[in-house]
C-alpha cells in the first residue's frame, strides 16, 4: 500500500511541476538570463542523475574516472554522444576483463 502512495506522490509532484508554469506564464519569457538558465536545466538534470552512476558502476574506482575521463575528452572534440557512449562502454569493459 506504501509503494501506491509513493507512487501517488511522485505522480502529483511530476504533475504540478509541470501544469503550474503552463497555466500562470501566458507570456513569452523575455528575460535572457531566465531563458538562458531554463535552456540549461535539462543538461544539469542529467548530468547530475549520471555522474554517480558513472562513478560507482565499476569495483575499482580507477577504471570508472579513466572510462569518465574519456568520454570528456571524446564530447569536448564533438564526437557523437553514440560515439562516446560506446567508446566509453568499450573501455570500461577491456579494463575490467585485464
Not at 502512495?5 to 509541470?18: D, G, P, S
Not at 535572457?32 to 549520471?50: G, I, K, N
Amino acid at each position: 500500500m506504501r509503494n501506491y502512495i509513493y507512487i501517488l506522490v511522485m505522480a502529483l509532484t511530476t504533475y504540478f511541476i509541470r501544469a503550474v508554469p503552463l497555466t500562470l506564464m501566458r507570456k513569452e519569457i523575455t528575460n535572457r538570463t531566465f531563458r538562458s538558465f531554463l535552456t540549461y536545466v535539462p543538461y544539469v538534470t542529467l548530468a547530475v542523475m549520471t555522474f554517480p552512476a558513472i562513478l560507482s558502476i565499476t569495483e575499482e574506482s580507477w577504471i570508472a574516472w579513466v572510462g569518465f575521463a574519456v568520454a570528456m575528452v571524446l564530447a569536448y572534440n564533438r564526437v557523437s554522444l553514440f560515439v562516446v557512449s560506446l567508446g566509453c562502454c568499450a573501455l570500461v569493459l577491456a579494463l575490467q576483463m585485464l
